[in-house]
């Protein structure tokens, strides 16, 4: 893959924090120069992540995790997919930092500080689940553009910051208010500024629950860079689209948010079930909301060599949007029979669920462990695929592994 830095004409502050040193003589260095220590960087340092992720795209960096990377309970930086539209900000001042409320339904345009934000309101941390629409769309077929997320596109942070719905207030919204579109400082790969790479978001009801924060902190410390440094919105076990990275504005909309990618095909599915193949008109597509249940097995790795008689305790997690998990199931025969796992509550509404459960295997030679989870509602993920949609959105099959026991 060729490799070239992401950016030529930051500033010598950004390079400084991306190098981690500060640059001595820079005042000398030619513009546009682009410092060796800079050059051909390869991503797994750039954004201080696993060797083991597996990089989609470099133009925007679009880097997916492995199964048995998320075996963590709060996923780490390391381990976190990375999901861009566009150009990575540059030249990012926190201490300037402000982010604007406006749109149709603001009382009055209102702008804050980072730090206003940090004084003003009271902070709360959540553990929220965040899986990208797309993840696993490398399994349909026929098969749809873009990214070819496997099972990665999902992670479980620690989030640190205000609520939305506590600043919203302060701002003051009307009673006609039924959507607010978050509007951010990276850059269209057009390098048209007049061009947003994406601005998305919520109904109103999902901007003011409890759980749906304006985030500084990510895991106790500053937001990474890739993850939306030094604010980002965060809208747990919706499509991780809509929690926008480096926040500059809330539109606080009286219509849906008709932003960049909120419309045609983009993070919508067909309201009603079509063939595969099959094309769809703009009017019978609907914008995805809460994310469908789903699990991960994350130990141990498939391709597992187990010797016989050794019985294997498997563990995963699994999150079902905005409702809980209510049963997790294995099965060794291909779906024929279940067992149920241990499954446990979550840290807090909206974050994913450990499951574990000890298998036996009967005799010496090639299984595969299916994962099955079910959701508050009694609804279960599809074992091998949900209804094909022209983007490749939402498939939440049963996850599979390989063991072989010899
Ligand atoms: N400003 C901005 N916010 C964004 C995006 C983006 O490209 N720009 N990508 C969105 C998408 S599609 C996803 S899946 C998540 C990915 O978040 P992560 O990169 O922190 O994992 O960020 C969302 N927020
Ligand atoms: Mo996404």
Known sequence: ?????????????????????KIVQGNFMPEGYTPLGLQDQDPFSLFDKNKEMVVLND?????????????????????MFIRNNGKLPVNI?????KITFNGESVVQEKSFSLNDLKKQFKQYTYQLTLECGGNGRAEFNPPAKGNQWTVGAVHCAKWTGVRLKDVLQAVGIKDDAVYIGYHAADVHLSGNPEKEPISRGVPIAKALQDETLLAFKMNGEDIPLAH??????????????????????ISVR????????MTGTAYRVPCKPVA??????????CIIESMPVKSLITYPKTGAMLKKEQSLTIRGHAWAGELEVAKMEYSIDFGATWKLCKLNKPSN?????????????PETGYYEVWAKATDTNGVSQPMLLPGWNPKGYLNNACHRIAVKIG
């Open 276 to 285: 595969p193949g099959a094309k769809v008109k703009d009017e019978d597509m």
């Open 93 to 97: 001042d926190a201490d300037s930092w």
């Open 349 to 361: 509404r909206l974050a994913w669920q450990h499951f574990s459960a000890m298998v036996d295997f």
């Open 1 to 21: 893959m060729k490799r070239r830095f992401f950016a030529k004409n930051i500033g010598l502050a950004t390079m400084s924090s991306i190098l981690g040193a």
């Open 228 to 249: 939306g440094f030094p604010l980002r919105l965060v809208c747990g076990g919706w499509p991780a689209s809509t929690s926008g990275k480096w926040l500059t504005e």
């Open 254 to 261: 009286n219509i849906v948010h008709d932003g960049a990618k």
């Open 59 to 79: 133009k925007p960096w679009n880097i997916e995790a492995k199964a048995h990377l998320l075996d963590d309970a709060i996923t780490p930086n390391k381990n």
